[in-house]
């Protein structure tokens, strides 16, 4: 019996790691939120340390977008009429455990995906990114969003089993085991590690 088809080096030249939603108001939503927090912020100083890219995703509303919300939106209508997650207030700064450093790619989105109401893909593409490593919370928002967009724009996608977390863990387990697992490559931050490596012994 073979084994898994073995993965490739990443190239971090050509590698971006986006940490998604890991602001205050988001984090608390996720169990055992320290460690994730540890975790992904040891994956962002394997891929810096290694010459890839790291993209920070927020969400958070100005006045003119609050105002730009259709009723028909489920989610977001209901946000705007509490006039929550407003760009200025403290509970959508990024988390200081993943902050931002000169050089990295900071992105204030509106929705639920990282790219559906940003530049992100443009700012990737100016860079010449083709890999993606994501990391986030919720598995069910912005992560599964996130994904199906890249994969559709045919970026190569990687999922980090250990930096990605949902307020629901049985809903996390499906998409983490059975959804993610043919739209990208599920690892975890130990592998993300020994393929960042690996690039060096090529």
Do not use: C
């Not at 030249?13 to 608390?28: E, G, K, S």
């Not at 993209?55 to 929550?84: C, L, Q, Y």
């Amino acid at each position: 019996m073979t084994g898994p088809t073995p993965l490739p080096p990443l190239v971090p030249a050509r590698t971006a790691l986006l940490a998604m939603d890991f602001q205050y108001a988001i984090v608390p939503l996720a169990p055992e939120p320290e460690a994730l927090l540890a975790r992904v912020g040891g994956a962002i100083a394997d891929v810096r340390a290694a010459g890839g890219t790291i993209g920070h995703v927020r969400v958070a509303f100005t006045e003119d977008d609050w105002a730009t919300v259709p009723d028909r939106n489920i989610t977001f209508s209901a946000a705007a009429a509490m006039k929550g997650m407003h760009h200025e207030d403290d509970l959508t700064r990024i988390h200081p455990e993943v902050a931002p450093e000169d050089g990295d790619i900071v992105i204030r989105k509106v929705r639920f995906g990282a790219g559906s109401t940003t530049d992100l893909f443009e700012r990737l593409a100016a860079r010449g990114i083709d890999t993606l490593v994501l990391a986030g919370v919720s598995t069910s928002g912005v992560v599964l969003s996130t994904l199906m967009d890249a994969a559709d724009r045919d970026y190569r996608v990687f999922v980090l089993s250990d930096g990605v977390a949902d307020r629901d863990p049985e809903v996390d387990r499906v998409l983490v085991e059975k959804v993610f697992p043919s739209r990208a490559h599920v690892i975890d931050t130990a592998r993300l590690r020994e393929l960042l490596g690996a690039h060096e012994t090529v």
